[in-house]
């Protein structure tokens, strides 16, 4: 990673700096995702189908994402896109509730502010969140980006659990006025650890615009969304990186609504010990995670594999775990807990492997894009998670309606991903390992903050 004398490499502090803003917009979404859903669907007893389509639409919204990276990218600085972000999200999240009691005495006006309060949701996601990842991709050092994803996405799952919790507790007993107020009150908090943990962090500006040529400069100052994207579009990395975000983030995302009916039709699991299943999944997701960045850790030193050996390796093993939920769907007698927990590790290892890659292919097709092609990267995933749902319980209810029996059906799905997960693994192992200099061994050095002017 090359950068000027004047720019400052992120150290741990401001790692962990970003990996809070990160816990601020899970906080924001993860209400506006379950708890506005729960409300609609039990204490308005609305259609399913409206939350379910609110969610599908703020992914859909996503697909602005790369436009988000572009202004980023000429902008030359990602704090105002990031600040931005986070208040049209906050924004979004208090029409959100508002919209939500509203529909109680008008459905349709209720259910229209709602739509529009989940496309806001969706334009901060996409503003925040590219450029969140892109600041990273500039200044995060090559060794440090493994353990830097995990660290920034423990702080997310953290910031999801903290907040499910403390509004669990402050909306109950629920009454409109609370939501109200619980909502506004953690969207301004939202934003004010935002802009606390911004300042100063860019004081030095773009270090990927200061090291391009000046006449490159000039030349990436002047193209157009469009021009730029086709350039972007062009480079084989990008491309390819792009169909494999699309089909690994697919089969991860299919199996979320389908796994806890699987487990309560076929393996006659109460609704508790479904629920009790999900979270062996999310706590093998996180082992997942943890040995990627151990992985990296400055004892081991780069000897357990390279980035793309463990992103290559966690698609493959996730194709292996899923396997076995085919097994576990033919035979009641298959250690369904155990599997989960494989596949939940298997998940984790791709997932973190893969951003650390992402964090590599956003500067290496060269400086001055980085937002641009994490855009294309994330309206990929945006894109992934919204179809994922969509088509795990289509396939599902077809499979059902086919072969007109449960095992069967769920084999069929399971198998269906299994495919796909493997599908993602060829994808991911035609992506270059990088020029030499690029190639140090994955390295947790450990929280030590290096100081401006550093470079590697």
């Given amino acids: 990673m090359n950068t000027p004398m004047n720019a400052q490499v992120f150290g741990w502090f401001q790692i962990i700096r970003l990996g809070l803003i ?20 039990v204490e308005l007893a609305l259609p399913a189908l409206l939350p379910g389509f609110l969610v599908a639409w703020h992914y859909a919204v996503q697909m602005v994402r790369p436009r988000m990276g572009f202004g980023s990218d000429k902008g030359r600085r990602s704090t105002p896109w990031m600040m931005g972000g986070m208040l049209v999200l906050g924004v979004g999240g208090v029409m959100a509730a508002w ?25 901060g996601v996409s503003a925040c969140g590219t450029s969140l990842l892109a600041l990273m991709a500039k200044r995060v050092p090559e060794e440090r980006r493994a353990p830097a994803a995990t660290t920034v996405w423990l702080m997310m799952i953290f910031g999801f659990a903290v907040t499910a919790g403390v509004v669990g507790k402050l909306i109950d007993p629920y009454s409109p006025q609370v939501l109200l107020q619980v909502s506004a009150g953690l969207s ?29 400069a000039e030349r990436l100052q002047k193209q157009n969304f469009k021009e730029a994207f086709q ?26 609504l389908i796994l806890e009916p699987f487990a309560g039709a076929v393996h006659g699991f109460t609704p508790g010990q479904t629920t009790q299943l999900s979270g062996w999944h999310h706590m093998g997701v996180l082992a997942g995670m943890l040995a990627v960045a151990g992985a990296g850790s400055r004892w081991v030193a780069g000897r357990l594999g390279s980035v793309q050996a463990w992103m290559v390796g966690g ?17 009641v007698d298959w250690p369904l807990k155990a599997n989960v927990v494989f596949l939940g590790v298997a998940n984790g290892a791709f997932s973190i492997a893969a951003i650390a890659t992402m964090m590599r292919l956003a500067g290496e097709g060269g400086p001055g ?19 994922g749902g969509l088509l795990g319980t289509a396939a599902s209810d077809l499979a059902h309606a086919l072969l007109g029996e449960q095992r069967t059906a769920y084999a069929a799905v399971f198998g269906m991903q299994a495919l796909m ?19 140090a061994p994955l390295r947790f050095d450990g929280p030590v903050l290096l100081k401006g002017g550093s470079s590697s």
Avoid: H
């Fill in 22 to 41: 990160q816990a601020c917009l899970g906080a924001v979404v993860v209400v506006t995702t379950s708890t506005l859903n729960r409300i609609m669907v």
């Fill in 99 to 123: 919209a939500t009691v509203w529909m109680a005495e008008e459905p349709f006006y209720g259910a229209l502010l709602a739509w529009l309060s989940f496309s806001l949701i969706g334009l």
């Fill in 188 to 216: 301004l908090v939202t934003a004010c650890i935002t802009a606390l943990c911004l300042w100063g962090l860019e004081k030095d500006g773009d270090p990927s615009i200061a090291v391009a040529p000046s006449a490159s």
């Fill in 231 to 256: 350039e972007v579009w062009a480079e084989p990395a990008a491309r390819t990186f792009t169909v494999f975000v699309f089909m690994s983030m697919l089969a991860y995302s299919a199996q979320d």
């Fill in 315 to 331: 698609c493959l093993v996730s194709a292996l775990a899923t396997v076995g939920l085919v097994s576990s769907a033919l035979s």
């Fill in 369 to 387: 894009r980085e937002g641009t092609r994490m855009g294309l990267w994330g309206a990929a995933q945006a894109a992934a998670f919204g179809l």
């Fill in 421 to 439: 997960f493997a599908v993602s693994a060829a994808v991911a192992s035609r992506l270059r390992t990088g020029p030499a200099k690029q190639r």
